[in-house]
């Protein structure tokens, strides 16, 4: 394992401003690149709390919360809130809706090769098929299906097609970490 330490929080504490009940109090946590954690504790232990401090969320807090330049965090509630009339694949779409936009307008580019056009225009829409074509090289677009196929394949997830409204909690959750 890599011994880089991507996340430090120093000092950090929390409490509630309308009872002045302590949340968390003078925590201090590294994480190395790599590292697998959990957080255990009783009901109102302040592990959400924590989790949202740690991904950013919570911003009202005292002390210092440091990740590494060029790593970030993912936030997963605990009840995901999904539009219950779409579909499994519509919903992982989401979370790469950048490269499918660019992607939309890539084809959209192509279809219009297919109608008249002078000179300057066709080298206009040479150009801007250039422009998307790097941009979905460096967002990784080109194979987005197959990843996203390979993610909801290893997370166990209903099928692509299933309406989201027919799902359990449990499908759900890994659909909303898909």
């Known amino acids: ?12 504490g929390k409490i509630l401003p309308h009872n002045n009940k302590v949340i968390l109090k003078d925590i201090y946590l590294s994480f190395f690149y790599g590292a697998k954690i959990g957080v255990v504790g009783m009901n109102g232990a302040g592990k959400s709390t924590l989790m949202k401090i740690i991904a950013g969320i919570e911003k009202s807090f005292q002390g210092e919360v440091v990740w590494a330049p060029g790593y970030s965090v993912g936030y997963l509630e605990q009840e995901p809130h999904l539009d219950d009339t779409k579909t499994v694949k519509e919903v992982v779409q989401e979370g790469v809706q950048e490269v499918i936009d660019v992607l939309k307008e890539y084809e959209q580019v192509n279809l219009k090769f297919m109608e008249p056009m002078d000179d300057d225009q066709m080298n206009a829409l040479i150009e801007k098929q250039g422009e998307l074509t790097d941009r979905i090289e460096h967002l990784g677009g080109w194979d987005i299906d197959s990843k996203l196929e390979r993610a909801m394949d290893a997370l166990q997830c209903p099928e692509p097609d299933a309406i989201v409204a027919n799902l359990s909690g449990g499908e759900r959750r890994r659909v909303a970490l898909c």
């Open 1 to 12: 394992m890599d011994e880089k330490i991507i996340f430090s929080m120093n000092g950090v």
